[in-house]
């Protein structure tokens, strides 16, 4: 008598377990990889928040630096935006410096001495008797 080999097929049992086991896996790893890809939109978000306001508070600078540079009776109608693409922000003035902020971002940026009070929308500077003049 000669054995013959039984070849046995598993059952399907195991074989649901298997896929629900591989489903599993997958799942955690989309969950996971969706965790990291939203973490890291976030700090972009962030980093982008800072550039616009970056953009922003060095477009001011120069124009207070021009003022500065020029000769008495010049005068220029400057606009300071009022979002930066929807994105609400502050100015604050404080010793020297400028402070543009926003929800998780800063931007500070020292500036020429300079009377009056900046704002976001529509702003006026003048030099009159070597002294530059915001919005007076």
């Given at each position: 008598?000669?054995?013959?080999?039984?070849?046995?097929?598993?059952?399907?049992?195991?074989?649901?377990?298997?896929?629900?086991?591989?489903?599993?896996?997958?799942?955690?790893a989309v969950?996971?990889?969706?965790?990291?890809?939203?973490?890291?939109?976030?700090?972009?978000?962030?980093?982008?928040?800072?550039?616009?306001?970056?953009?922003?508070?060095?477009?001011?600078?120069?124009?207070?630096?021009?003022?500065?540079?020029?000769?008495d009776g010049?005068?220029?109608?400057?606009?300071?935006?009022?979002?930066?693409?929807?994105?609400?922000?502050?100015?604050?003035?404080e010793n020297?410096?400028?402070?543009?902020?926003?929800?998780?971002?800063?931007?500070?940026?020292?500036?020429?001495?300079?009377?009056?009070?900046?704002?976001?929308?529509?702003?006026?500077?003048?030099?009159?008797?070597?002294?530059?003049?915001?919005?007076?």
């Open positions: 008598m000669s054995r013959s080999l039984i070849r046995r097929s598993p059952r399907h049992g195991q074989v649901a377990f298997e896929f629900v086991v591989l489903v599993a896996v997958l799942f955690t969950i996971v990889f969706t965790a990291f890809v939203r973490d890291n939109f976030t700090a972009v978000q962030g980093d982008t928040d800072y550039f616009k306001l970056k953009d922003v508070a060095l477009s001011v600078k120069a124009e207070l630096n021009l003022a500065i540079a020029l000769d010049y005068q220029r109608a400057f606009f300071v935006p009022l979002t930066l693409d929807g994105l609400e922000y502050n100015i604050t003035k020297g410096f400028l402070m543009f902020s926003a929800a998780g971002a800063e931007y500070t940026v020292s500036v020429p001495p300079y009377a009056g009070t900046l704002q976001k929308g529509n702003n006026v500077i003048r030099k009159t008797d070597g002294a530059v003049e915001v919005n007076t």
